[in-house]
């Protein structure tokens, strides 16, 4: 659904064809906002405190939410008590599917926006940003996080000047309330990978991009945290674009950029010959000798 935040108005307007969804944050709970519901293990709170043991004071609460732990089903919404939504109908002359309408209006991913000019680059963006991509989970961290809440935008662009051993980058911007995540594609080294290279490697800086706006900094400690939570995920997702794409060249694909990582040295010494493969999969990807080639 497309968020419009309401300027001057304490509330917020869902709107998804002529259907809405107001929510009303003076009517939620506590801090005055409407909280996402998933199961227990996707949430993780860490408390700090400081005292001598007998008088303690809590000093700082670090909350983190995990979309990877949660259902694909719909189990994770958001929800506040009853008297804080409206449901309500658009009024023909008010725009909902009417002709005249902006056609923004009806975009579920209005606030995910491309930059990107190499046709097989923007080509992969689209697959990815579309409706068919919220039964993976990349795509719903993609289109809960940067769309549904109105203070998140990603931007995807490219680049000939990043370094020839980065095949991309994601920085992170915030501005009070609002934040911005931008992907640069290097142009030099991924115009010669092959489509699932080029995917895989859109699928890590997704992640980079959520991991920053949960809160969890530092590049090190993301790919760490993506190796072990967000890998299967991101294969299954690849896998999902690219049917004919084996589980353990998928896999290999994914633990691009994450050679520095715990489990990475974890799997060079406890399977020699996996890891190896993985390289040897990743290297032939990189350069299009394998693979579905770009046109």
Not at 52 to 61: A, F, I, K, P
Request: contains cysteine; charged residues 20%; aromatic residues 10%.
């Amino acid at each position: 659904m497309a968020s419009l935040h309401e300027q001057g108005y304490n509330f917020y307007t869902y709107r998804s064809g002529n259907v809405t969804l107001t929510i009303r944050p003076e009517d939620c709970i506590m801090c005055e906002m409407c909280i996402p519901v998933c199961p227990s293990e996707a949430f993780e709170i860490t408390d700090a405190y400081v005292g001598d043991g007998q008088y303690e004071v809590l000093v700082s609460s670090n909350f983190k939410y995990k979309a990877a732990n949660c259902s694909m089903s719909g189990d994770c919404a958001t929800v506040c008590p009853t008297g804080a939504l409206e449901m309500g109908l658009i009024p023909p002359d008010e725009g909902g599917d009417d002709d005249d309408d902006d056609d923004d209006d009806d975009d579920p991913f209005e606030e995910i926006t491309s930059e990107l000019t190499t046709p097989c680059f923007q080509n992969i963006f689209v697959q990815l940003n579309n409706a068919s991509s919220m039964q993976t989970t990349v795509g719903w961290i993609l289109h809960e996080v940067f769309n549904l809440w109105d203070t998140a935008d990603i931007v995807f662009k490219e680049s000939t000047s990043l370094p020839s051993n980065t095949d991309g980058v994601t920085h992170a911007y915030a501005s009070g309330d609002y934040f911005t995540a931008e992907i640069t594609l290097n142009t030099t080294v991924l115009q010669n990978a092959s489509k699932e290279y080029i995917a895989a490697t859109i699928y890590h800086e997704i992640i980079h991009a959520y991991l920053n706006w949960s809160g969890l900094k530092g590049e090190l400690v993301q790919h760490n945290e993506m190796a072990e939570t967000y890998l299967s995920h991101m294969k299954d997702s690849l896998m999902h674009y690219y049917p004919t794409l084996s589980a353990a060249d998928a896999e290999a694909l994914c633990w691009g950029g994450l050679h520095q990582t715990n489990a990475w040295t974890a799997l060079q010494a406890n399977d020699p010959a996996k890891y190896n493969s993985i390289l040897s999969t990743l290297q032939s990807h990189r350069t299009g000798a394998s693979g579905t080639s770009c046109p």
